[in-house]
């Protein structure tokens, strides 16, 4: 299937959705019943009797598949059930969005929502062609962590492959490899998982080669860690499986703007795929997810759960490309840190503030580091919303996970109380660490505004691939905005200031309200 095919049936797709607005709920309730009913197996041979069944019926079902599968080539659907449908190694069988994926050629990216079966589309597609000797697969995430958690996708496949007693029984379970987190099939063939948590990690499959890249959550990655693991897609000329790469993702991570630029805007080699298209997934339980943050963090809320790529703050004083475009973040440091600071902006209470778009404020913990040459490097966020008293337990877990040598301030406010409560009870529990409270007689717009050069002008690395990027960038290229926390912005204000020695007489900033208060009219 070539890519002006995914082009043309993706319309017709739309078209019957609109004719036949309840056919999701039919082929849920036809694919969900098959799954209910599902026999004991004793064979390999009844699991793919069980899949035929399955995917006869859910053809039979959806006049979406069926418009795909006019268009398909007798070959392709060939290939199709001899290496899925018949395949003893993919214990399940691929709805609608993930067929789209599955058909499409050359470089894909597949997501946008959350909950569209992302992962499990992807093991199905490395998967695929493991019956021919030279094949080899490679799937990428950014830490092992990523990989191996309950329910990731290496640990889905140590759950098909390793742990199958079906594939026991018929004497063909592929062989793990603990050390190097790949499995070699009877014929041969290799699927490997692998993780590029830091730039050098790239460089361990530049000599690779595999005939199918997977990317899991391309989008947290750096474009030049894709970029250099990428060489690696090619095979022999004498080889007749396909080269792919695949990309998922929702919106928001890192690279957000390249795979904007490149899939969305472009509109081709985009998959969409949503929690909505996902027929096995209990869609009820899963939108209490996106209640959590639908007014905490608007901006998330529209990415998670409508896969918008447009949803991203519009930058009032802070741009985004600021910390994304090349040379703006980090993997590891390039010289001697001279100084580090960790900066507390803590909550008052966990009470919403009717205010602001739901939920309390957060308690927000900035650790900023200033290099021999001038630049800082913003290396770690905590941020979490809790009552008070394990406010300051995480305070003091973390200062001590810091080490004495960063320099531990935080915002001081409310009069002699807060000042007796950091200064004594806070700074008493870390005998050895320089820790006090800071306080400011300047408002947090003049004070942000004391970075907004020293970034513009690439001075300020943001530490890439890191959990907290999408939290970060979302509020700090909302600011100032109404409704919207501000609190890892003044984290950040107040480690800069700190990490500089800037008092609030350094700050001689007219900052033009009207125009801030006509921005967020």
């Known amino acids: ?11 017709e797709i739309s078209l019957i959705l609109e004719e036949q607005p309840s056919i999701k709920q039919k082929v849920q309730k036809t694919l969900r019943e098959a799954v209910e009913t599902t026999p004991i197996f004793n064979s390999v041979d009844d699991l793919l009797d069980w899949k035929i069944d399955v995917w006869e019926k859910q053809l039979e079902t959806d006049t979406r598949i069926q418009a795909l599968w006019n268009v398909l080539s007798e070959d392709e659907i060939e290939n199709f059930y001899d290496t899925i449908i018949l395949n003893p190694y993919i214990p399940v069988v691929p709805y609608l969005s993930q067929l789209l994926l599955l058909f499409s050629k050359g470089s894909v990216l597949f997501g946008g929502a959350r909950g569209g079966g992302k992962s499990e589309a992807c093991l199905i597609g490395a998967l695929q062609y493991v019956e021919f000797p030279e094949y080899k697969a490679g799937i990428f995430r950014l830490t092992f962590s990523d990989l191996s958690v309950p329910g990731a996708i290496m640990d889905r496949a140590l759950s098909w492959l390793k742990d199958n007693p079906l594939l026991k029984k018929e004497g063909i379970t592929p062989h793990w490899d603990g050390q190097k987190n790949t499995f070699t099939f009877p014929s041969g063939a290799k699927l490997m998982f692998g993780h590029v948590q830091h730039e050098k990690d790239a ?26 693991i990428k060489g690696s897609n090619r095979k022999k000329f004498t080889s007749s499986i396909p080269l792919r790469i695949w990309y998922t993702g929702n919106p928001g991570g890192l690279s957000h703007e390249y795979f904007k630029e ?5 509109q081709s080699n985009f998959i969409d795929s949503k929690y909505t298209d996902n027929p096995y997934l209990d869609q009820i339980a899963y939108e209490s997810i996106f209640k959590d943050i639908e007014d905490s963090d608007p901006i998330l809320f529209r990415q998670w759960k409508y896969g918008d790529w447009e949803a991203v703050p519009e930058g009032l004083m802070f741009k985004r490309p600021w910390f994304t475009v090349k040379g703006r973040t980090y993997d590891a440091i390039p010289e001697r840190i001279v100084k580090r600071v960790r900066f507390w902006d803590t909550a008052a209470t966990l009470e919403e503030d009717p205010n602001k778009q739901g939920g309390a404020d957060w308690t927000v913990g900035v650790l900023l580091l200033l290099g021999e040459s001038g630049k800082c490097y913003l290396d770690d966020i905590q941020y979490f919303r809790e009552d008070p008293d394990e406010t300051e337990e995480r305070i003091l877990t973390q200062a001590k996970l810091d080490g004495r040598e960063v320099i531990l301030r ?9 000042k007796i409560y950091i200064n004594t009870t806070l700074a008493r529990a870390l005998p050895g660490y320089d820790f006090e409270g800071r306080t400011s007689q300047r408002n947090k717009i003049e004070r942000a505004k004391s970075m907004v050069s020293f970034i513009k002008s690439g001075n300020m690395k943001i530490k890439e691939d890191s959990s907290w990027n999408t939290f970060f960038l979302n509020l700090i290229c909302s600011f100032p905005t109404k409704g919207i926390h501000d609190d890892p912005v003044d ?22 309200y009207d125009y801030i208060n006509q921005l967020n009219q």
């Open 410 to 418: 935080a915002e001081q406010e409310g009069g002699a109380q807060a």
């Open 203 to 228: 460089e361990n499959y530049q000599g690779s080669e595999f005939h199918h890249l997977i990317f899991d959550e391309a989008i947290q990655f750096s474009i030049n860690k894709i970029t250099r």
């Open 491 to 512: 984290a950040l204000s107040g480690a800069f200031m700190t990490l500089f020695d800037l008092e609030d007489s350094d700050l001689n900033y007219n900052v033009d």
């Open 262 to 266: 490149n899939f969305i805007d472009k």
């Open 1 to 11: 299937m070539s890519i002006t095919v995914l082009e043309k049936i993706q319309p």
